[in-house]
């Protein structure tokens, strides 16, 4: 049978294999998501048109859909590759099984991408390898021990904006992998990430700071993400976008890793617009994570110079969510709240840690130097909740107590 007619067979065994799935095109345009693991995050998805409801099995008799499949995509024929390539995307959409399965068609993938050929293929074979890569290390890690990285770095420099959001979503998952942060650190990814940041599409600039924050828990990354500046479309990037967000997490995770590297970057916080009030907004509004980020950023500052940034901080309203983070954050948000409740408070005479401050106290000499009714206001009535929130706590815990001295 010629490849023309063994395509045609294979379209009518696959409709059947996949039946389950028959109202998903194959070229369907959205993402599959990886989920965050040590605090690396894959890609979200693009679009969320898609049923979520696909499912795929494998089974012994779709062995011989499979290899037909990993026959056309190793042929010469560029349609019978297209096609192979879509449906190598449509199969691994929700299934780790045919990931594995069709982990041998990395390869020629990888190859798609080097051709001269039509944009449509480029996409194909990209979208085809992320979703390959999702929830997958092994396959992240034989992605780019396959040369693919050469080709999505040129296609993060497109004029395409498709292509360009591809190659960072692309970027996204495999730097999810520790094995390929540094290989890819060392590629000169890292500039051009930031170039995104700056000028991409929405979603470009989305996933290129998630990537670019997934590449910065390497110190070696992290040194070169510093060494180009990227504090200012960081910064823009947060301003614009929704505060409950994983983007916001993740950039508020920069630039918590910014501020620490000197003072350069502090500097740089204080002086862009509306970057502080982003902080704090992210710290009221962020996700647990997010908001521990935001109130290391703040905290980092204050330790570094009180005197210099104190002011700046309070200006932005920042002690209604900090108040609110001594009760509801995780423990170091917690932590983290106090202490910078400390540092704000007006006065700096040192007092006996026999006799510390409560948060009370500390809140109380910062009322009197908050600007506005409404502010003072709505810090007071947070500090209410806060103190009966605290004995309620308090008393959970003599209870507690109490209970494991009752002898039977």
């Given at each position: 049978?010629?490849?023309?007619?063994?395509?045609?067979?294979?379209i009518?065994?696959v409709?059947?294999?996949s039946?389950?799935?028959?109202?998903?095109?194959?070229?369907?345009?959205?993402?599959?998501?990886?989920?965050?693991?040590?605090?690396?995050?894959?890609h979200?998805?693009?679009?969320?048109?898609?049923s979520?409801?696909v499912?795929?099995?494998?089974?012994?008799?779709?062995?011989?859909?499979?290899?037909?499949?990993?026959?056309?995509?190793?042929?010469?024929?560029?349609?019978?590759?297209?096609?192979?390539?879509?449906?190598?995307?449509?199969?691994?959409?929700?299934?780790?099984r045919?990931?594995?399965h069709?982990?041998?068609?990395?390869?020629?993938?990888?190859?798609m991408?080097?051709?001269?050929?039509?944009?449509?293929?480029?996409?194909?074979?990209?979208?085809?390898?992320?979703?390959?890569?999702?929830?997958?290390?092994?396959?992240?890690?034989?992605?780019?021990?396959?040369?693919?990285?050469?080709p999505?770095?040129?296609?993060?420099?497109?004029?395409?904006?498709?292509?360009?959001?591809?190659?960072s979503?692309s970027?996204?998952?495999?730097?999810?992998?520790?094995?390929?942060?540094?290989?890819?650190?060392?590629?000169?990814?890292?500039?051009?990430?930031?170039?995104?940041?700056?000028?991409?599409?929405?979603?470009?600039?989305?996933?290129?700071?998630?990537?670019?924050?997934?590449?910065s828990?390497?110190p070696?990354?992290?040194?070169?993400?510093?060494?180009?500046?990227?504090?200012?479309?960081?910064?823009?990037?947060?301003?614009?976008?929704?505060?409950?967000?994983?983007?916001?997490?993740?950039c508020?995770?920069?630039?918590?890793?910014?501020?620490?590297?000197?003072?350069?970057?502090?500097?740089?916080?204080?002086?862009d617009?509306?970057?502080?009030?982003?902080?704090?907004?992210?710290?009221?509004?962020g996700?647990?994570?997010?908001?521990?980020?935001?109130?290391?950023?703040?905290l980092?500052?204050?330790?570094?110079?009180?005197?210099?940034?104190?002011?700046?901080i309070?200006?932005?309203?920042?002690?209604?969510?900090?108040l609110?983070?001594?009760v509801?954050?995780?423990?170091?948000?917690r932590?983290?709240?106090q202490?910078?409740?400390?540092?704000l408070?007006?006065?700096?005479?040192?007092?006996?840690?026999?006799?510390?401050?409560?948060?009370?106290?500390?809140?109380?000499?910062?009322?009197?130097?908050?600007?506005?009714?409404d502010?003072?206001?709505?810090?007071?009535?947070?500090?209410?909740?806060?103190?009966?929130?605290?004995?309620?706590?308090?008393?959970?815990?003599?209870q507690?107590?109490?209970?494991?001295?009752?002898?039977?």
């Amino acid at each position: 049978m010629d490849l023309a007619g063994e395509t045609k067979s294979l379209i009518s065994t696959v409709a059947s294999f996949s039946s389950s799935s028959s109202s998903v095109s194959s070229i369907d345009t959205s993402l599959d998501c990886d989920s965050p693991r040590g605090g690396d995050v894959d890609h979200e998805l693009l679009h969320s048109a898609v049923s979520s409801s696909v499912s795929v099995s494998v089974s012994s008799s779709s062995s011989a859909s499979i290899q037909r499949v990993l026959s056309l995509i190793r042929s010469e024929d560029l349609d019978s590759r297209l096609f192979a390539a879509k449906e190598i995307r449509r199969l691994t959409k929700t299934s780790h099984r045919c990931r594995r399965h069709f982990s041998q068609a990395v390869e020629p993938l990888v190859s798609m991408l080097r051709f001269d050929s039509p944009e449509s293929h480029h996409e194909a074979a990209l979208l085809a390898l992320l979703n390959l890569a999702v929830k997958d290390e092994k396959n992240k890690v034989s992605i780019i021990e396959a040369g693919a990285l050469e080709p999505i770095i040129n296609f993060l420099q497109s004029n395409s904006p498709t292509l360009q959001e591809y190659a960072s979503a692309s970027l996204l998952t495999l730097s999810a992998s520790a094995n390929n942060k540094p290989i890819i650190g060392a590629n000169g990814v890292i500039p051009l990430l930031v170039k995104v940041i700056k000028d991409g599409s929405p979603q470009a600039k989305a996933d290129a700071v998630m990537a670019l924050s997934n590449l910065s828990t390497l110190p070696d990354n992290l040194s070169m993400i510093l060494a180009t500046k990227p504090l200012s479309p960081i910064l823009n990037l947060l301003k614009s976008s929704k505060k409950s967000s994983k983007t916001s997490e993740k950039c508020c995770s920069l630039v918590e890793s910014l501020i620490v590297s000197g003072e350069e970057a502090r500097t740089g916080l204080i002086s862009d617009e509306g970057g502080v009030l982003a902080v704090v907004e992210v710290l009221e509004n962020g996700s647990l994570q997010a908001r521990e980020h935001a109130v290391g950023v703040l905290l980092t500052l204050c330790q570094s110079d009180r005197s210099k940034y104190r002011e700046p901080i309070l200006r932005e309203g920042v002690i209604p969510g900090l108040l609110e983070l001594t009760v509801q954050g995780t423990s170091k948000s917690r932590t983290k709240a106090q202490r910078l409740l400390c540092l704000l408070r007006d006065s700096e005479s040192p007092r006996s840690e026999v006799q510390p401050d409560t948060i009370e106290n500390i809140v109380s000499s910062l009322i009197s130097h908050i600007d506005g009714d409404d502010q003072s206001g709505k810090a007071k009535k947070m500090l209410a909740e806060m103190v009966q929130v605290s004995m309620e706590k308090s008393l959970r815990h003599l209870q507690e107590r109490a209970s494991t001295l009752v002898r039977p």
